[in-house]
């Protein structure tokens, strides 16, 4: 449409440029003639004033200025090139402007923090039927309070909410608080973001220390597997003159290490021998802690539970008085006990794919339970008299850890059934 009136005033304009240089010839023309009109009035021969009458006569009937229209060719009427936004003005008339959202405000006393999940819910400050869902957005973070705007991480999106509350499942609380904000929506434009809210997400966030692991073990921060050829690269003679026609695991006289510094602790020689074990990179020095284990399929033998950091490089868990664990035995003959202080107590039940551990410190307790059953498996009771570490120990196969857990509900009903039955039929070893 532009194009077409672009070229609609440029031929409108040539054509009146066009007239405008005839009439101006024209008028250069009807001067000349006055003029000679003019100088024949003065003529006083009767003869050559009737010659110049008759050339006069003969000049003003060929004259163009007197066939030209001085009517303009065109016209600066444009209707033909009009467009009619008739029905987009009725269009437009008919619209109906939503007015903007406001606000959501989140009630931070009916949020739950529960099993690693969070339930955020919110209210209106008005009734607005108009709106059509909600935009909750959150994101990790260790610092309480308001959210800050540097050294954070970028906000997580959950669109088309359409209730005022909604649950964030299956997280892993590895930070220690987490930051919520909400916003509604109607089907033109979003709101504002209310006020955010802090909420705690406490958890114990540990991983294995590969730096204090058996050579045989090979150790990355959730994950460890038996190796039977780790640690051959850098050990040289391990028969020697008094090995000598021996076979099978070196004893700790006879095993020879030159390529690697003493055994110190906080080195791949914390443990050694036939104590194929690694602990975890925390201490336990107070409150109620859990976490979980997964053994490979295929696992031959494992232990699994805490001990005190003095536990000696060639000890095994269970096998003396500062280890508290559960130890599961494929191999030859499948067991599946409880051992503490060179003591075992055979555990009568199936061993569950996925294993919790509770540690409540202050309380001297340590459970065991089937991850998805909930069953408890054991509980240790004795009172904890130095500092603990997650320990695990695994033969011919591997385990895969999980962090980052709250303490389950669960464990709420179950310490009070322990405690009406006075840990009668809770499967105790008292610990030193």
Known sequence: MTNRIKQEQAHKTQELQNQLTQCTSALEDAEELLEFSTRALSIKNPEEFSKAARQIKD???????????????????????????????????????????????IDSDKCLVADNCITVKWKTPEEDSKIDHYILEYRKTNFEGLPRVKDERCWEVVDNIKDTEYTLTGLKFDSKYMNFRVRACNK???????????????????????????????????????????????????????????????????????????????????????????????????GQHYWEIKAQKDCKSYSIGVAYRSLGKFDQLGKNNISWCIHVNNWLQAT??????????????????????????????????????KQLLHTFKTKFTQ?????????????????????????????????????SSSGIINGD
Not at 69 to 79: A, E, G, I, R
Not at 196 to 216: I, R, Y
């Open 188 to 286: 033109a434009v979003a709101g504002d973001f209310s006020d955010p809210v802090t909420l705690e997400t406490k958890a114990l966030v540990f991983s294995f220390d590969g730096t204090s692991s058996h050579l045989n073990l090979k150790v990355e921060d959730s994950w460890i597997e038996w190796d039977s050829t780790g640690g051959k690269g850098q050990e040289t003679k391990v028969k020697g003159k008094e090995n000598k026609g021996r076979s099978g695991t070196p004893s700790p006289k006879r095993t020879s290490v030159v390529s690697r510094p003493p055994s110190v602790k906080g080195t791949r020689d914390r443990f050694t021998g036939e104590a194929y074990t690694v602990l975890g990179d925390v201490v336990i020095e107070s």
């Open 387 to 423: 500092p603990l570490v997650p320990a695990f120990m695994v033969w011919c196969g591997g385990l895969t850890l999980y962090t980052g857990l709250q303490q389950p509900s669960f464990l709420t009903s179950l310490e009070k059934n322990d405690s009406e039955m006075n840990g």
């Open 336 to 373: 599946f006990s409880a051992k503490h202080n060179n003591k075992a107590k055979p555990l009568e039940m199936p061993v569950p794919d996925r294993i919790g551990i509770y540690c409540d410190f202050d309380g001297g307790q340590l459970s065991f339970f089937n991850s998805d059953s």
């Open 59 to 105: 000049s003003v009937t060929m004259a163009p200025a007197f066939r030209l229209c001085l009517k303009p060719k065109v016209s600066d009427n444009m209707t033909h090139l009009m467009v009619d936004f008739s029905q987009e003005k009725k269009m437009l008339q008919a619209l109906k402007f939503l007015p903007v959202p406001k606000a959501p405000e």
